[in-house]
């Protein structure tokens, strides 16, 4: 059954549009700043969950890695966002009905792979975690205190308290 995999596609949704609503209270200077991280800022480490999903949304549906879109983007912050929350919509619909265990093969640094469409998709939205994480981190960096709660378990108890 793909219900929990869709639970986690919708906390992926929430988590990013909580994260996205606090980023679009920044200056914009502030997003391409540089900042001691795995990516040299918050532009940067937005671009690469983007990418993430939607390279391997890409390849879970058959047409192999393709992220020009995040490559190739030039457009407005909001732009931006909008276009990745776009992506997590169409990743979820694509976990909806996803063959779980249906093997995704794929050549990769002239490696080949077979890993079950399940995993990739956790694989995935824990990308999107742990690089949320790092946003986070950046912001604070910065001076930024005030920043929304994306952790699965706060997400469970807005479900519970019925505000999601």
Known sequence: MNQSYIDYANYN???NNRLINDLKKLAPELLTRQIVGSFPSIRATISHIWKAE????SRLTGNGWESSKVTNFSGSYDELFKAWQKTSEEFKNFVKNAELEKEIQFEQKG?????????????VFNHGSYHRGQVVMMMRQLGISNISQTDYIEWIREKERGNI
């Open 111 to 123: 490696e080949n792979f077979s890993i079950p469409s399940r995993e990739i998709i956790q694989t």
């Open 54 to 57: 939607i390279g391997w949304l």
């Open 13 to 15: 949704i929430w988590a």
